[in-house]
Antibody, heavy 124, light 113 residues
């Protein structure tokens, strides 16, 4: 059974950093691209970014709203994807979801499995 | 303001059929990119409902169906059940001179009367 479990959320002050983890199980993690999404309280879904599998270069892409502040990485030996968030703003407050992308090119892919999400609150 | 436009809410009685529209433009749906749909039950993570415009993942009832035409897509739910009450989101890919991104509709809240 495919499982994605996010961790690392919490309360953080504006301007500080936070790293989220997504621990995967039930599939060969290294074969898949992984993507992060977020959902602000009471709002819709927003794509954050993704990382391709090593076979496709392990390259990353980001939404304009987080580019230069957020970094996605992966450790295939541990089946973990990371979301490093720097220079956090109050508008980054959201539930962050980790997902799997079946399409290795990713950009136009759907996302077939989602974690339960982890809440990040940016507030002073 | 979402790139894809969905009605904020729809409703229907048990057993009825409802449809949810997702309207895009020539830089996303109209450019031929696939549309995917997600169901988000209250307090839970989104779940893939339809992929590639009209395909259902294993385990999704055939009461749910998707279609796409021109710059729009639709999700249809037949034989409405109380457990279908949820938020529904369409998703696609947008590519323009200013760049590209994964895009969503703003979501549609389905109420089962």
């Amino acid at each position: 059974e495919v499982q994605l479990v996010e961790s690392g959320g919490g309360l953080v002050q504006p301007g500080r950093s936070l790293r989220l983890s997504c621990t995967a199980s039930g599939f060969t993690f290294g074969d898949y691209a992984m993507s992060w999404f977020r959902q602000a309280p009471g709002k819709g879904l927003e794509w954050v970014g993704f990382i391709r599998s090593k076979a496709y270069g392990g390259t990353t892409e980001y939404a304009a709203s987080v580019k230069g502040r957020f970094t996605i990485s992966r450790d295939d030996s541990k089946s973990i994807a990371y979301l490093q968030m720097n220079s956090l703003k109050t508008e980054d407050t959201a539930v962050y979801y980790c997902t799997r992308a079946p399409d290795p090119v990713v950009a136009a892919s759907y996302f077939d499995y989602w974690g339960q999400g982890t809440l990040v609150t940016v507030s002073s | 303001q979402s790139v894809l436009t969905q009605p904020p809410s729809v409703s229907g009685a048990p057993g009825q059929r409802v449809t949810i529209s997702c309207t895009g433009s020539s830089s996303n749906i109209g450019a031929g990119y696939d549309v995917h749909w997600y169901q988000q039950l209250p307090g839970t993570a989104p779940k893939l409902l339809i992929y590639g415009n009209s395909n259902r993942p294993s385990g999704v009832p055939d009461r749910f169906s998707g279609s796409k035409s021109g710059t729009s897509a639709s999700l249809a739910i037949t034989g409405l059940q109380a457990e279908d009450e949820a938020d529904y989101y369409c998703q696609s890919y947008d590519s323009s001179l200013s760049g590209w991104e994964v895009v969503f509709g703003g979501g549609t809240k389905l109420t089962v009367l």
